[in-house]
């Protein structure tokens, strides 16, 4: 989604996994004696038609998300700054993509594990029930929850540790990470670990979903195996802007949207958000920004996260040559007032470190402030026409 005003080439496209019939690789589970999806978790939809890739023009704090789509209209809010306009086809970024991982997990004796740690919800959209899968926060009735789960649901309702329906109570919402707090009346059960890893290009991984009854009458739980196919993605989840996804090698259906993703010793990779791109291909937001999410919306009401008080789109290939850069994150407004602005920083520098992190783009921009916490002293690296600077800036919140 990168951002190009001057009609230079965008990055290339990062491609999904060609069919199997044009591979030289196969996926285990493609292979014979491989690890079939389960017969319970039905093939999904086909995906929806590519919609029109858009380009994001993004006011950096540490969290840039939600969608505006509208040509030219600009916000500023916070702790949420994102502009998306119409513009030419723009690709997504990735930091690391591979696509076979050789081993497996023990699937079935980490679902069973985890089971009571996970919940069963049920949203109302227009008469219509869908399901998916939320994590004990705490043992006091708090859920976490992927936002298209419960999104413009007119009543959710939960399945409990006893096996109740109890309906649930959305406690807040945050836009950069997608992650819902709900909340129920009923205890119990167990907290979801939160020991949490750092996904890995290639590395196998299990979705697990929450049990659940079927009609019949018997209770099912839902897993699926995949590798972890890219790491550092820049994709949309609309109206969701993720800076830093995880994506897996497969679609998994829509039910399984909130289950969690974890190796092959239980530790959380990441919670499920939707699929993405042609092939739909599941996209997970990593652990440690999930759990940080929901624990903020818990505690707070909203996530705190640095505020730097500027808008940013990705340096033109063009530009980076003239300023003999890698890359950066091209601002094109600064607000009046904002940390940056009191650094003097202004429209038109171009900001490619923060604190000796390299900045590549915008996107690299909202990840490496969301190591700091308001308040907090990072020194920015700038630079105005060919002349480069450093400035410390004290970052709002």
Known sequence: MAFDEHDDPERPRA???????????????????????????PAPAAPEAQRGSRTVAALAGAGLAGALVA????????????????????????????????????????AKRLAPSLVHIEASHDGAWTAGTGIRLDGQ???????????????????????????ATTGGTDPATGITILTVKSTGGSITPTRSVEAAAGQPVAVIGAP???????????????????IGLRTTVEPIVLHDAVQLDRAVPQDATGGIVVD?????????????????????????????AAKG??????????WLGVRAIDLAPSAAAL?????????????????????????????TGVDGQPVGDASD?????????????????????????????????
């Open 15 to 41: 491609d999904p996994p060609l069919p199997p019939e044009d591979r030289l690789w196969r996926h285990p589970s493609e292979l014979a004696g491989g690890t079939p999806v389960p017969a319970a978790w």
């Open 71 to 110: 040509v030219g209209v600009m916000w500023f809010t916070r702790p949420t700054r994102v502009v998306v306009e119409e513009a030419k086809p723009a690709a997504a970024r990735a930091r690391t993509t591979a696509v076979f991982a050789p081993a497996g997990v023990p699937s079935e004796a980490l």
């Open 141 to 167: 009735g708090t859920i976490a929850v992927a936002t298209p789960v419960v999104e413009g649901a007119a009543s959710v309702m939960v399945t409990d540790q006893d096996g109740d329906r109890v309906p």
């Open 212 to 230: 659940s009854v079927s009609a019949a009458g018997k209770t099912e739980q839902r897993v699926v195996t995949a590798s972890v196919s890219t």
């Open 264 to 292: 092959a010793d239980g530790r959380l990779v990441g919670i499920v958000l939707s699929g993405s791109g042609a092939e739909n291909l599941a996209v997970v937001v990593p652990a440690d920004d999930a759990v940080a």
């Open 297 to 306: 919306l818990r505690d707070h009401g909203e996530v705190r996260r640095a």
């Open 323 to 351: 300023l003999d850069v890698k890359g950066g994150a091209e601002l094109t407004a600064v607000e009046a007032g904002s940390p940056a602005a009191a650094a003097g920083l202004r429209k038109g520098d171009v900001i």
């Open 365 to 397: 921009l909202v990840v490496a402030l969301r190591a700091w916490q308001p308040g907090e002293r990072v020194v920015v690296t700038w630079h105005r026409g060919v002349t480069a600077s450093d400035a410390e800036v004290v970052l709002g919140g």
